[in-house]
């Protein structure tokens, strides 16, 4: 084997070091959800256990080299030739030594579904502070007995403690809680929903409104109550036509004022319409807070919640200057992988979410964004990419890789991998973000080999069956464990 030059091994050491962290994580998080399982669950939660973690560094004096990539293929062959699959590209890393060791047309864009939520979530946590909250306030109206609840841009919002969808969500009860001390008796008549912090259209021109009722999206508000949602004890509970006016009638019925009009104006209110918004902390009747973002970035990365990932792309549109739309957020998105080292030339998105079937990524884009997560070396031949540029942005990026569902024991994993599956043996191992549309499958994350070698992978799979693709993804990934 050659030897590694000092840069590289430095580089070998920066990867490792942040990614064990995150194996870890995947160990832990198989043995705790796997608990309360069925006999599937407890075999993945064997298999988790025995994953080496320690192993993942290479003793010294052992072969750092990357796996074989002949070896690699064979064993990718027969499943990646799977009929299932349709049109299929990938890309896999090694990650200590960053080294691509399988691919299939992997610069080819295709549409990517749910796997889109990895360029958001990569974005937000390179652009945002991980404790990073939104506020949704109430303020006094202009006129008698008006309120005017401001929404900052959360849709976590539960009507009270533990009846919402969502982890550590703000509720409505509290607000309406400081709300009522502040007035001090004072009647409610009407109650005011300053939308205004979203710009342009509120329901993205290439989502279908059949998914609505399907409990996929809903309009964007400004303020929204479990992300839209009509039953908030389900994911895919339909949604409603009305996120941001449902947030006024809550606080309305939490205030006592259950016949107070509620409205929802799309134009500023208030001391914003005036232009005058400094005092408006001190001036604000109540204010609550969502969970950091680093919550709400694992509860969007676990339940695939379209609404969430929406609402984070403004938070980064916002905090890089650009308009509150869904171009703007999408523009930003691009524009922070670009500048972390991801090729996006050929990348176009039309939503943060995934939800649009005009969305085009790569599987060497959705890889790179993994690998970069995992602290992976990058090529030798960019001269611009120091090694504590790679250390710092695994450490940004190591909640990502924590936010993705296990193999076999929750989230969107939760009944994938198996007995009988064909993929079983990679249950508690493979972490993955999924992604489904109409003849759309995606699956992109980490698996741990029988050697201990820590991979990235990402699979795309348009012109497929669900079902039918969605098995084949997990057969196609499980074979990486024996590389």
């Known amino acids: 084997m050659p030897e590694m030059s000092t840069n590289s091994s430095r580089r070998w050491l ?13 160990v832990a998080a198989a043995l705790v959800v796997n608990r309360s399982s069925g006999s599937d669950i407890e075999a993945a939660e064997e298999i988790a256990a025995a994953s080496p973690v320690v192993g993942a560094v290479p003793a010294e004096g052992a072969d750092n080299s990357a796996p074989d990539t002949e070896a690699v293929a064979s064993a990718l062959a027969g499943p990646a030739a799977d009929g299932a699959l349709g049109q299929v590209t990938g890309h896999v890393t090694d990650v200590a030594t960053g080294e691509e060791i399988w691919s299939a047309n992997p610069d080819r864009t295709l549409v990517p579904a749910s796997a889109t939520k990895l360029t958001t979530a990569t974005a937000a946590l390179l652009t945002l502070p991980v404790d990073d909250r939104v506020e949704t306030s109430v303020l006094a109206g202009d006129e008698p007995g008006q309120l005017i609840l401001r929404g900052g841009g959360d849709v976590t919002l539960q009507r009270s403690k533990d009846s919402g969808f969502f982890t550590d969500a703000p509720t409505i009860e509290d607000l309406a809680g400081q709300v009522t001390e502040a ?48 039953d908030p004890t389900e994911n895919y509970s339909p949604r409603s036509n009305t996120p941001a006016a ?9 205030l006592g004022a259950p016949d107070a009009s509620v409205s929802v104006s799309e134009d500023p209110v208030g001391s914003e319409a005036d232009g005058d918004s400094g005092d408006e902390a001190a001036d604000a009747l109540g204010t609550v807070y969502s969970a950091p973002l680093g919550t709400r970035l694992r509860d969007m990365m676990l339940h695939s919640d379209n609404l969430l990932a929406e609402a984070v792309g403004r938070e980064v549109a916002a905090a890089r200057d650009k308009p509150a739309t869904f171009s703007g957020a999408t523009d930003a ?25 005009d969305n085009r990524l ?23 990419v120091e090694d504590d540029d790679i250390a710092d942005r695994a450490a940004e990026l190591r909640l990502l890789l924590d936010a993705l569902p296990v193999a076999a024991a929750d989230g969107t994993l939760s009944d994938r991998y198996l007995s009988g599956s064909g993929a079983e043996s990679a249950a508690g191992r493979v972490r993955a973000k999924t992604g489904t549309l109409d003849g759309v499958n995606a699956l992109a994350g ?6 201990g070698r820590v991979l990235t992978f990402a699979f795309l799979s348009n012109g497929s069956d669900q079902d039918a693709g969605r098995a084949a993804l997990d057969r196609l990934a499980a074979a990486l464990r024996k590389v």
Not at 190 to 219: C, H, K, M, Q, Y
Not at 246 to 254: K, R, S
């Open 14 to 26: 920066y990867g490792i070091g942040a990614f064990v962290v995150a194996v870890i994580v995947i």
């Open 333 to 357: 998105i691009l524009e922070t992988l670009g500048e972390a080292g991801i090729d996006v030339d050929k990348a176009v998105l039309k939503d943060c979410s995934g939800m649009s079937e």
């Open 362 to 384: 790569s599987a060497r884009i959705l890889d790179g964004v993994l690998a970069l997560a995992a602290g992976s070396p990058v090529s030798d031949d960019v001269d611009d």
């Open 183 to 230: 007035l001090g008796g004072q009647p409610v008549t009407s109650v005011v929903v300053d939308n205004s912090v979203r710009e342009g259209d509120l329901f993205n021109s290439t989502w279908s409104t059949d998914d609505i009722g399907a409990g996929n999206v809903a309009p964007l508000g400004a303020v929204m109550l479990d992300a839209g949602r009509t």
């Open 246 to 254: 449902d947030a006024g009638h809550a606080l309305a019925d939490a």
């Open 446 to 451: 980490t698996l741990t080999t029988d050697s």
